[in-house]
């Protein structure tokens, strides 16, 4: 089956619009009818319920669904594979949440270029559950996390500890209570720490779970939050920021996951070179 049948039947599935769909694949909504009964006569089966408001998969449709995301799965491991430049002997694919490739995974990338220098490195970024799915079909090698999920084929690694401090631009005014505090979720574990620590924090008016664009608003904007030490210490020892050592500090966990059947040794050399890159990072905490 044309690959290009499956993608655009999943725009439509995670859009619900054949002309939302057809705006994000650049061709005609006729063109993307027209695909649609192509699909439906090759499975003999009509995938979606259309109407003024959109289109809504039948129950053929939603049984299809996970095949045609393991297609495109397949596929994509496929086109990696295969365009493998000539000067690498294998690809390293690796996805870490997006505040743990500042400085941490940065620095281990360096380490590879030095060490592994014919390993070829995918780096992907995303959210934790998104990269699990992604390790366990077969399109990562490894995954770098702060919420592993346990699942049978997976091996957890504690990797290090992540010291979360509160930072701020002045030394008067900061914490949960002032109305230019950014909340940053850092987890469900870590705002349990947080509500029973600050138990009146009132409604802030910034909140995101990336804490990048926390310090880059602080920075611009003032303010305080809690942020990784390692992220925020250059911003530290220049004085543009101030450590609230008076305020209690929290600690995430850092972990690996990759599958237990991977006994690449140059896999093994890679992964060994990272928790060496992690036990450096977790050193500047102190």
């Known amino acids: 089956m044309d690959i290009t049948l499956a993608k655009t039947f999943l725009a439509i599935t995670e859009l619900g619009n054949f002309a939302k769909a057809s705006e994000r694949l650049y061709v005609t909504q006729s063109t993307i009818s027209t695909r649609i009964k192509q699909l439906e006569d090759l499975l003999g089966q009509t995938l979606f319920q259309r109407s003024k408001s959109g289109a809504v998969l039948t129950p053929a449709g939603s049984q299809f669904k996970p095949f045609a995301e393991k297609m495109i799965q397949t596929w994509e491991q496929a086109c990696q594979e295969i365009a493998l430049p000539h000067a690498f002997e294998a690809r390293l694919r690796v996805g870490a949440q997006h505040t743990l490739w500042q400085h941490l995974v940065v620095n281990w990338l360096d380490w590879m270029q030095d060490n592994v220098p014919d390993y070829a490195v995918m780096a992907q970024i995303g959210s934790g559950d998104n990269l699990l799915r992604r390790l366990l079909n077969g399109l990562l090698d490894l995954v770098i996390t702060y919420t592993p999920q346990s699942r049978t084929g997976l091996i957890i690694e504690e990797i290090m500890e992540e010291k979360l401090v509160l930072v701020s631009d002045s030394r008067t005014q900061y914490g949960p209570e ?60 220049e004085g543009t920021l101030h450590l609230i050592e008076s305020e209690a500090f929290f600690t995430r966990t850092v972990y690996a996951a990759y599958l237990e059947d991977n006994d690449d040794p140059r896999f093994l050399k890679a992964f060994g070179g990272f928790k060496e890159c992690a036990k450096q990072a977790a050193s500047h905490q102190i």
Do not use: C
């Open 178 to 237: 002032q109305a230019n505090y950014i909340f940053v979720d850092w987890g469900p574990e870590y705002k349990m720490d947080h509500a029973g620590e600050f138990p009146k924090r009132s409604i802030t008016g910034l909140t995101t779970n990336h804490g990048p664009l926390a310090l880059q608003h602080l920075l611009k904007n003032g303010g305080s939050a809690y942020l990784p030490l390692r992220m925020v210490k250059p911003h530290l020892h």
